[in-house]
């Protein structure tokens, strides 16, 4: 007597592959909807918040009382897109000085008494930084075609001379009313942002006044801002 043969168990049932992930072509076309925008903007927020959290530390959560010696520029004023020329012609662009803080001063390149005094105390200040100095970089922008005195090469060792026209500096340094651009040291953050200027004719008094400033910067941008850069 012949069996009928048993159905075949479920087990037996051959796989059924079913694909519930891929995006038909019109879905993949589709602009990201609103929650990934939210999403995206979150990720990037996250990503500045060191930046951001600095920034205000210094300029918006202040003790009550303290001053800064130097004058905040507001709006602050990025490095222009201009090509410098170093002391042997090679063309240097401006903005490569991003990703440190920088110490700024201008002057002829003949570099009367308040331009040598000015390079004095900004040698000064950066070293009176200790172990956070090399984070600052000293940077002296000639403005004419004047050279440069053989005896003022020891005071520029370690600093980044450049020279850069006239008019294309006062478009972008801005000076106290009344002065010129060669009376003040400038500070440039490492965004590339002229940010704050000291008063005219710094001495031994003020220069100090100038240091607690540097170090409060220091200090404000401590968790993003490495030595050197990238």
């Known amino acids: 007597m012949s069996q009928v043969p048993a159905s075949p168990s479920s087990s037996d049932q051959p796989l059924g592959l079913t694909v519930h992930d891929l995006p038909t072509p019109e879905q993949a076309a589709q602009p990201p909807t609103r929650m990934g925008r939210w999403k995206m903007l979150f990720i990037l927020l996250v990503c500045a918040s060191p930046v951001i959290a600095s920034y205000l530390t210094y300029y918006v959560i202040r003790p009550e009382g303290r001053r800064n010696f130097g004058e905040l520029i507001n ?51 950066r070293e009176s930084l200790g172990r956070e100095k090399d984070r600052l970089d000293r940077v002296w922008l000639i403005s004419d075609d004047a050279p440069v005195a053989d005896a003022l090469q020891p005071a520029l ?52 006044k100038a240091k607690k400033d540097l170090e409060r910067l220091l200090r404000a941008s401590n968790s993003w801002d490495q030595p050197g850069r990238p």
């Open 75 to 125: 709006p602050q004023r990025p490095l222009p897109d201009l090509q410098a020329r170093a002391l042997d012609g090679q063309p240097v662009a401006l903005r490569s000085l991003k990703d440190q803080w920088l110490l700024v001063s201008v002057g002829g390149g003949d570099c009367a008494a308040a331009c040598q005094q000015n390079l004095y105390f900004q040698r000064q200040l």
């Open 157 to 208: 060792d370690g600093a980044t001379v450049l020279r850069v026209p006239a008019e294309q500096l006062a478009a972008w340094l801005v000076p106290t009313a009344g002065q010129a651009l060669q009376a003040h040291l400038f500070v440039v953050d490492p965004l590339g942002n002229l940010m704050m200027r000291f008063p005219p004719g710094l001495d031994l008094a003020t220069a100090a």
